[in-house]
């Protein structure tokens, strides 16, 4: 069992940046692939970044050069630093963590792009 909580969110104006942090518990949390989700209002939840246990990253083309995932093992946390930031990025953000067929949520951290 993985336990996530994000943080972070907020409202930011175009151009501005933001860093989500998830904190993880659990066992064997550095086994696990975590990933930021993102979600629009009427829209489906999507792949936003994913970070293996051997530090590989992968990026949705729509966020590509903008956004950056990291993870920390020894605190068993993963962030996301967002640059560049569009309204189109408005979201809420969902952390996850994957290994073989488990897969774990977070709760979501809202994210608004507006002037």
């Known amino acids: 069992q993985v336990q996530l909580v994000e943080s972070g969110g907020g409202l930011v104006q175009p151009g501005g940046s933001l860093r989500l942090s998830c904190a993880a518990s659990?066992?064997?949390?550095?086994?696990?692939?975590m990933g930021w989700y993102r979600q629009a209002p009427g829209k489906q939840r999507e792949l936003v970044a994913t970070?293996?246990?051997?530090?590989?990253?992968d990026y949705s083309d729509s966020v590509k050069g903008r956004f950056a995932i990291s993870r920390d093992n020894a605190k068993n946390t993963v962030h996301l630093q967002m640059n560049s930031l569009k309204p189109e990025d408005t979201a809420v953000y969902y952390c996850?963590?994957?290994?073989?067929?488990?897969?774990?949520w977070g709760q979501g951290t809202q994210v608004t792009v507006s002037s």
């Open positions: 970070i293996t246990g051997g530090d590989s990253t």
């Open positions: 996850n963590a994957a290994l073989s067929v488990r897969t774990y």
């Open positions: 659990g066992s064997m949390v550095r086994l696990y692939t």
